[in-house]
């Protein structure tokens, strides 16, 4: 198969990406990526959480393997997930924020910017190898119709959010079956409103079918239905991204005393009158939702050869305007430790907005049980899931594979530097090389803050910047900023003092 792809590949009658597929394994393994949203490094019980019980995933990490310095690919949504669809870091990924497609072209009524018809997804080389393909949650990498469109890139079935904004609301009106819009609430929720008086009610922000539910159902049939042939299941689910919409019997598990005072939306989103307990019961049912896709897998035979992941796409959610108590969308990460020691939250390039939970189960193979210190990111499984399902990785990706890792249980030096070049909030960088990480702020403020430097084997908090007296990490950092760093004229960042090539 290997080499008909290459053939056809050469005579022009399948698209390039095609030749890099390889024919699946003789013991075919299934993949299924479950991706939380907004998830902080803490938030789980097996990662010390005491307030949210998260059983389902607790019974993933003791039945697989537990990753303790795991990133992602970006501290926000678009572009974490680019760089986990195609392999490449900040630096040299296609989507670097959060642009919405129409600011790109005014035909796009919704979505974000699309990714390039070149662009080459891990979702596409399982495509080309005979797996079967679906994506369930939310997508966020380019508009239905556009070259970013998730059935361009390598998913037979879509079903869930195409927009990262839609996806604010959980009772939308519609959600996308690939090109088709289904119904879902005749008299959809928004997902941003204030009340600054009067009492806050739950029932006034319910709609009638709570989206994740039935992308969670989605997935169960996908899993019933493609039992028989091998399979590459993506999951980008919803919660615990603000607005907090949870039903109200997954509000009433959790202690009224916890909630002194209602949210009454002036840090963004949707009120909510207990609003601890609305944020733990997101994070619930996102442990519900694992449970139920563990069930299906259970259910259709197929779990003792289906290699199973489960992370974040950044962390915990950021903090709201300057006056306000609550974090955005109401959520209170102080209360629920919710970055543990780390510093900062999502959009920050520091440890509590990139380091992410990371557990990976495959019976027989990942070793059960295991807690595992190395390092790791997003750019990272691209070559990892190519090669735990034997097939063959396209060239000039960033990541390398952590499948060693997890098939021995041991962790080893990077052989890469992780990067990140982050164009918002400021604009940021960062390169970790070994224990020591470079950050650099304010890149796009009229004065750019100063490089600094933490040792994170001793520091995980960040909070002891060693910078004066380790100038030659900082001189490294640049380096690999130099060598990293490609343009890209819709996601500028420039760091002062690099070579003016490097800069977009």
Known sequence: MRLLNLSLALLGLLPPAAALAAAPAPEQINVVFILADDLGWAELGSYGQRKIPTPNLDRLAAEGMRFTRHYSGAPVCAPSRCVLMTGRHLGRAEIRGNRQAKLSDAKWEEGQHPLSAEAVTIAQVFQQAGYATGAMGKWGLGPVGSTGDPNRKGFDLFFGYNCQAVAHSFFPATLWRNAEKVPLNAKPVPGRARQPEGPVRLEDWQGERYSSRAMVAEAED???????????????????????????????????????????????????????????????????????????????????????????????????????????????????ASTGPLRGFKGSVYEGGLRVPMIARLPGRIPAGRVNEQPGYFADWFPTLCEAAGLRAPAGLDGESLWPALTTGRAAPRRTPMVWVFPEYGGQVAVQLGDLKAVRRGLRTPQPGGWEVYDLARDPGEARNLAAERPELIRAAEDVLRREMQPNALFPVAVPGLAAAAQP
């Open 222 to 336: 996908f899993i019933r239905r493609q039992a028989a042939r091998p399979f590459f299941l993506y999951l980008p689910f919803i919660e615990p991204h603000v607005a907090m919409h949870p039903p109200p019997e997954w509000v009433d598990r959790f202690p009224r005393e916890w909630d002194p005072e209602p949210y009454r939306g002036e840090s963004g989103y949707l009120p909510h009158p207990r609003p601890r307990a609305g944020y733990a019961a997101m994070i619930a049912m996102l442990d519900d939702h694992v449970g139920r896709v563990l069930a299906a897998l259970d259910q259709a035979g197929v779990a003792g050869r289906t290699l199973v992941v489960f992370s974040s796409d950044n962390g915990t959610t950021h903090e709201g305007p300057k006056g306000t108590k609550f974090h955005v969308g109401g959520a209170d990460p102080a209360f629920f």
